[in-house]
């Protein structure tokens, strides 16, 4: 497994014209065409954000976008994700040919596209052991978002000249802000496991399009190798018409193997592995349950873990997910019983609602779940679904005592979140409903 | 205006007069306690009172905060109760009379998926709230092999229903899953017939060599995947790669499979036929066999303590490991008594001995293989040689 260093993420541009705060660097190489390729990552601080972007080992240092266009600079393979509070952040990443370093952001609330920001880029060398393609990167971080609100972007760059290369036009909506519309509704999609399954994959964004969650969260397992930047190619392409308009961000799985495409082609927040935010009245938090220290998982994940639920007590609803499953009725893996000591009793005590997972190429639904006991409403635990139907081929289930429902079939899973009330409903990938539950809290 | 229709409305009017009496809140007039008390309703199961309850809330105050929520929830638990109608109905007060709320986008999506099931005009509005009805009742079924039927029988009746190329998948999809192999693949046969030209012919081909593979047709699968070339873009080719590679090792694992059935049976006949001939007849060699030779309680605890460590482990290594152990058992039982037997009638000899030892060798080879094979093991190993120890 490849080490890595623990600089982080993604660097945010926040130089927007009118409203928005401007950026500033402290840092960051020159990435035009003559520059040596150096990858020992770097860091970009941005003024007005709140947040640096890293990258690490195997990438560049992030650098502001200049004004230059290569051969081949229209945008690919587009996606949404955030760094920072997904009320008042959003960000995009892209990919051009090499040599494009123009690096903008068209945006604007409902249809205008009024304002501008310019995003950093960088470059890593992909495939094991960095033999593969040096691939370009374009990221770009928009802060002082109005919450609950839609906004027009696009992306792309204007050359010295003067000439511009511009996506088309795409929209997102930023969450509501938890304070001020204390009731407001969030849908969001769980999917996870799509490795080598990269035609159900497409197939399954499509159907998640049409259930226009507010949010995706994989559960890990993108790719079958993590170094394999074709096999990343299939994902994004696949998914692009979805990832341009509902941000997505995810569970590292253990096939990602920590690999520079992983970290270097998703904008997450805080560091990346272990994660948390608030999407109105959800509290998300993000594990890593494959970390390149597997001593992490009882030390600096499970110490995350406990703090983020600590201070989220009184979010409406807690959901974790992550790749490995503590319960599951999959052949193959089964449950995750390393996990379930160091990271369930925490579950447990933080009362916890719902943590989705992935691995086993399952759907599967537990009773709720308290230490060893199954419960027989959502009041009596947390419920435990394995969402990892995203593409990869199919293992077995075997029904245990903690099974709700378990099917081996292609699926994705909604839950419409608002104070007092958690919806799921999960389909397969031909669209036929699954399974749905619902839970209800006293407000 | 079909009677069905005015009936709707009917009873519409019927829930929402229900609602707001029978339903109401304890604090009349408060939109949100109003809406929490349709939300419990919901939670309850009970969907026709929950959308006349958030119908009333949006009715009540339609410019307040909590009308577009209300509406869009409204239309949810529509689609719940398979009435695409008022579904589509509600999904477009949504986007008509809110269209900047964080409802809009969703309703917008909802609302071009529902006009796709049940056409522009709503032609097929009566069809596809049949098919929701099926779906839903097939939702948690261990066997949905009744819905496959009634699916069935709604698609041969509307066979130019927009979703009647997915509705036959869902067919092949269901039957397969609870092993009606052979309808499953007419299913599937019958989704390939009448798949319009495109995408959904490439599915309905790639799922029928799926089925065909499942059922372990393997020429079958193999000539309908490589028809399907060009059909799609560059990944479904490559898709398609993967499926003629995944019907090669199946082919060379049944192939191998068999040879282990076939050298597990010789192994048998060979075992029974020496014994014949070193205790002079069938009775007994029988007698001989019958009696555990001094290798079985060698092996016996150490298969003991084997099976218990891998019960405490992944179900399919404990699976193997007890076939593996089983086998072992029997190999040693009966080459050891085959052997005891030889050279307690003072006929043991080496050829006799090469043709056990042959035997022993070729059982456990056999055996393991099987085992291994049972369940897709073997590929789980393959990905622990590819990907290394998962570290749990």
Known sequence: ?443 | MRAATIGRILVAVALVALAVVGAAPARAGDPAADFRAATRLYADGDLDAAQAAFEAVAAADPRGPWADDALSEAANVAEKRGDLDAARRLWRRVVDEYPQSRQSRRARARLAAIEAEIGAGGQWLEVAEQHEAILRAAIGVSDPTPQARALAALVAAHPDYPRAPEARLWIGDTLLRVGEVDRALAAYRDAVAHAPAGDAAWRAGKALGDGLLVAGRFDDAEHVYRGLYGQGDALADRALDGALDDVARARRRHRLGLAAWLALGLGVLVVAGLAWRSAGGPIAALRGLARPPLELWYFLPVAVVLGAVAASGNQLVERAVRWILLGGLVTTWLCGAGLELARRRGRLRLPLVAAHLAVAIAAVASVGYLAVMHDRLIDMIAETIAHGHEGR
């Not at chain 1, 990438?59 to 008042?88: I, R």
């Not at chain 1, 997102?172 to 490795?195: H, N």
């Not at chain 1, 938090?285 to 970390?291: I, K």
């Open chain 1, 1 to 443: 497994m490849r080490s890595t260093i623990p600089v982080a993420f993604l660097l945010s541009s926040c130089a927007a014209l009118g409203a928005l705060p401007a950026c500033g660097s402290d840092a960051g190489d020159d990435t035009g065409d003559d520059a040596p390729l150096v990858t020992d990552g770097g860091r970009f601080t941005i003024d007005g954000c709140g947040f640096d972007v890293v990258t690490r080992l195997g990438a560049e240092a992030p650098a502001p976008g200049a004004d230059v266009l290569g051969a081949a600079p229209d945008p690919f393979q587009l996606h949404l994700g955030f760094g920072g509070a997904p009320a008042t952040s959003m960000a995009m990443v892209w990919r051009t040919d090499l040599d494009t370093t123009a690096t903008t952001v068209r945006f604007g609330v409902g249809t205008a596209l009024d304002q501008e920001a310019t995003g950093v880029t960088y470059r890593y060398i992909s495939g094991l052991g960095g033999a593969g393609d040096t691939i370009r990167i374009h990221e770009a971080h928009l802060c002082g978002l109005t919450p609950d609100t839609t906004y027009s972007y696009q992306v792309g760059g204007v050359g010295a000249d003067g000439t511009e290369r511009f996506s088309a036009t795409h929209t997102f909506r930023t969450a509501p802000d938890r304070v001020a519309s204390p009731d407001a509704e969030v849908v969001v999609a769980f999917v996870g496991d799509s490795r080598g399954g990269y035609d159900v994959w497409g197939n399954l964004t499509q159907a998640i399009a049409a259930r226009s969650p507010d949010l995706i969260i994989f559960t890990g397992d993108a790719v079958t190798i993590g170094q394999s930047q074709e096999e990343w190619d299939d994902f994004f392409t696949q998914g692009e018409d979805l990832l341009a308009s509902v941000p997505m961000v995810a569970a590292h799985g253990n096939h990602e193997v920590n690999a520079i495409e992983y970290y270097a082609q998703l904008a997450m927040p805080g560091d990346e592995e272990d994660y948390a935010f608030d999407f109105g009245p959800l509290h998300q938090t993000v594990l890593n349950d494959s970390p390149a220290s597997s001593g992490d998982l009882a030390g600096k994940a499970k110490s995350f873990l406990d703090a983020d639920l600590a201070a989220a007590a009184d979010a409406p609803w807690k959901i974790v997910s992550q790749h490995r499953s503590l319960w599951s009725s999959g052949t193959r893996h089964g449950s995750d019983t390393t996990l379930r000591q160091e990271w369930g009793v925490v579950y447990d005590q933080y009362l916890v609602d719902v943590v989705v997972s992935g691995h086993d190429h399952i759907f599967e639904r537990t009773k709720p779940i308290r230490g060893e006991t199954i419960g027989a409403t959502p009041a009596d635990g947390t419920i435990y679904v394995v969402s990892g139907g995203a593409g990869a081929d199919l293992y077995g289930t075997e029904p245990q005592a903690f099974t709700e429902y378990a099917e081996s079939t292609h699926s994705y899973t909604i839950m419409s979140l608002r104070p007092g009330m958690l919806s799921s409903q999960s389909f397969r990938d031909d669209g036929s409903p699954l399974d749905e539950f619902q839970i209800t809290k006293p407000q």
